[in-house]
């Protein structure tokens, strides 16, 4: 899917960044975590409760970027005019974050 604009209109600050990457960072670790479990042949609900952890931070992350492509990014497109391919876009996006 080709998307509006190949940068954002706003860019995120940094601390913006950091916290996304931090969280990113965590969600890294929990699968680390869960491949050792794997290698460990730990309790299979164990592991499915940790996927289950990782699922929800993820979904966290995506509805914070949502948010924010929201409040910035297509709130800028219906200024300009080009609100409706902004919320088309958006509409495919959440289609496939739905799945």
């Known amino acids: 899917m080709d998307s509006l604009h190949e ?24 699968v680390r975590g869960i491949q050792k479990m794997i290698d ?6 164990d592991i499915l409760v940790q996927i289950s952890a990782i699922n929800s931070a993820l979904k966290r992350v995506g509805f914070e970027v ?7 990014c297509v709130s800028d497109a219906v200024k300009s005019g ?3 391919e902004a919320i088309e876009e958006l509409m495919d996006v ?6």
């Open 7 to 30: 940068h954002t209109l706003k860019p995120r600050t940094e601390t913006e960044k950091k916290a996304v990457t931090n969280r990113l960072k965590r969600i890294e670790g929990q």
């Open 40 to 45: 460990e042949d730990r309790y299979c609900v």
């Open 66 to 72: 949502a948010e924010r492509h929201v409040k910035h």
């Open 82 to 84: 080009e609100g409706d």
């Open 94 to 99: 959440l289609h496939q974050f739905t799945k």
